[in-house]
């Protein structure tokens, strides 16, 4: 029998992010989960690195603790004048975090470019928007790990790994490999700039991906920095990663590197309630979900009616949010649907604040609201050139008592405090019947697995890295997990068959909606960290062996 190779192990782990103790989207969930599966095993040698933003308020998801790692604030200000806190990030785990403010690398930005260019022949003419800021986070962290290297007096024999985490990160690698090259350097590229770009910009990803060129498609949609930085960080680092099959194939057209190693994103279902405690909090997140339809709408919902949730990040085609608002329209129009369907579409949006009318309908129920919308709970600043009420208008969806779909909009970020629900997402999630989430592009999907950890089966399609990995486990809804078939052009056909599959399932005795639930809950427990840490340790061993 053959014996598998004995992997090769950091004793220090750096990974920096922009989303290190800074929740902004998908990879806060991917980091701050993967912690504490990651401390158990290296404790206070995992250091995670994230820009210093909450300058003028404490920032909520940090701690500060001066006994960890004593002086070395100082050596950084006194060799670098370069300013850091250390302390701990406030997730489960609680690993080490390393602040940096790069403002005063700003000052420099010019010379640093022009460094960068000569070492490493990333084009920095072109750039605009965020990329100032994202480089000189990223050039500071690499300023962070060498010092801290320099501080301790580590050497080649400690075996030290430094992973980055997209493009914003990108210019620490180059710093790094300038500096420190006996460091063993690891890039994730959580979705491509440039084919995320090219879905954004309307344009036909996957059909046409093998004839697209990356750099050509950069100076088309004026990408060229950001791309020149993504590309030259995965051709330089010792072990190229990117989070599913479907993004591999487009680094390995856009980025012209097929990645070392797909490294999936899991979870940590600690936040899910579990045992006695769970139906209570499905029972108050119906509740109060019905609760606040009912006080929206004007009118009462049946006792049966089947409450349906779409959300993420306000990306209206890539995350596919046209088509779920077309699949209502066809449902709304099936005949024989039965049970009432209210849909709420939870995509954070501008706000000026709730809704003043819902406000005091919610805190005086014995006082029928009149005068408010029917459709939002909170105020936008822009409605009228707001994409998901125009497609609500568009296809006429109206929330009238006799239709069998309503649809309400939930343009709040669910942290507890939006002054309507007053919930988080997670506590709100646990008391739907069903989620949709049908991506036109999502490199991996979060959401979708999220919602089968709260036993909520789920509807996504084959062009999300979760869709593509969960068809192995699941046939149709009735195992937890209906995967549907999506390309550039069959956008109504999927919504079509969206709204054919939520009909199917709202018809479901409710005994068998439970067992649909827990089949669901079982398929996520297949993406617990515990399963997929052994991936990113295969990334370790790749980038050290490159080192030895």
Not at 149 to 169: D, I, P
Not at 377 to 393: A, C, G, R, V, Y
Not at 529 to 538: G, M, N, S, V
Request: aromatic letters at 12%; glycine letters at 6%.
């Amino acid at each position: 029998m053959k014996q598998k190779k004995q992997l090769k192990q950091p004793e220090y782990i750096f990974e920096t992010s922009w989303e290190v103790c800074n929740m902004v989207g998908g990879i806060y969930t991917v980091l701050s989960t993967r912690a504490a599966t990651l401390t158990q095993r290296y404790g206070d040698k995992l250091i995670f690195i994230g820009p210093e933003i909450w300058r003028e308020q404490e920032n909520p998801y940090f701690e500060e603790d001066t006994n960890i790692f004593p002086g070395w604030e100082k050596a950084i200000s006194d060799s670098h004048n370069l300013s850091i806190r250390i302390g701990r990030w406030k997730v489960p785990g609680q690993p080490v975090a390393v602040l940096v403010d790069f403002n005063m690398l700003m000052l420099k930005k010019n010379e640093i470019y022009g460094k960068v260019w000569e070492n490493s022949g990333v084009n920095s003419l072109m750039a605009y928007g965020d990329y100032d800021e994202s480089s000189m986070f990223g050039y500071a962290s690499g300023i962070v790990i060498e010092s801290f290297y320099q501080f301790h007096r580590l050497s080649k024999k400690q075996k030290v790994v430094a992973h980055f985490n997209e493009w914003m990160t990108s210019f620490g690698i180059f710093y790094i490999k300038n500096k420190l090259p006996e460091i063993a350097t690891l890039f994730t590229t959580h979705a491509t700039s440039i084919g995320r770009s090219i879905a954004g910009n309307h344009k036909p990803l996957y059909d046409y991906l093998h004839e697209y060129k990356g750099d050509q498609m950069a100076e088309e949609l004026n990408m060229v920095s950001k791309h020149s930085a993504e590309k030259r960080a995965a051709h330089l680092v010792d072990c190229f990663t990117t989070v599913s099959n479907i993004t591999a194939k487009e680094c390995t057209q856009l980025l012209e590197r097929k990645p070392d190693i797909v490294t999936p994103n899991g979870f940590e279902n600690g936040f899910v309630p579990q045992g006695k405690s769970f139906s209570p909090k499905r029972k108050e997140a119906r509740t109060l979900l019905k609760k606040l339809a009912e006080t929206l709408l004007g009118y009462p919902l049946s006792n049966n009616a089947s409450f349906v949730v779409t959300a993420g990040r306000y990306e209206f085609k890539n995350k596919g949010l046209d088509v779920f608002i077309e699949s209502l329209k066809h449902l709304n129009n099936m005949s024989g649907l039965g049970n009432e369907v209210v849909a709420f579409i939870m995509v954070p949006a501008w706000i000026k604040g709730p809704c003043i009318d819902l406000v005091h309908a919610l805190n005086n129920p014995d006082q029928i609201s009149k005068g408010q919308n029917c459709v939002t709970t909170h105020e936008l600043h822009n409605p009228h050139q707001d994409p998901i009420l125009q497609t609500i208008n568009w296809f006429h969806l109206r929330n009238k008592k006799t239709d069998k779909v309503k649809v309400i909009f939930v343009p709040a970020y669910l942290n507890g405090f939006d002054g309507i629900f007053n919930k988080t997402y997670y506590e709100l999630l646990i008391g739907f019947d069903l989620s949709v989430f049908p991506s036109y592009y999502e490199p991996w999907g979060y959401t979708p697995l999220e919602s089968i950890a709260f036993h909520v089966p789920t509807i996504t399609t084959d062009l999300s890295g979760f869709g593509e990995w969960s068809s192995e486990y699941s046939k149709d809804i009735t195992d937890g997990v209906e995967v549907i078939h999506r390309s550039d052009y069959n956008g109504h056909e999927v919504a079509v068959k969206i709204a054919e599959t939520i009909r199917k399932y709202v018809q479901l005795d409710q005994t068998v909606r439970t067992a649909i639930g827990n089949k669901a809950a079982t398929i996520g427990k297949k993406a617990l960290w515990t399963e997929f840490i052994q991936y990113y340790e295969l990334a370790y061993d790749i980038a050290l062996r490159k080192k030895a």
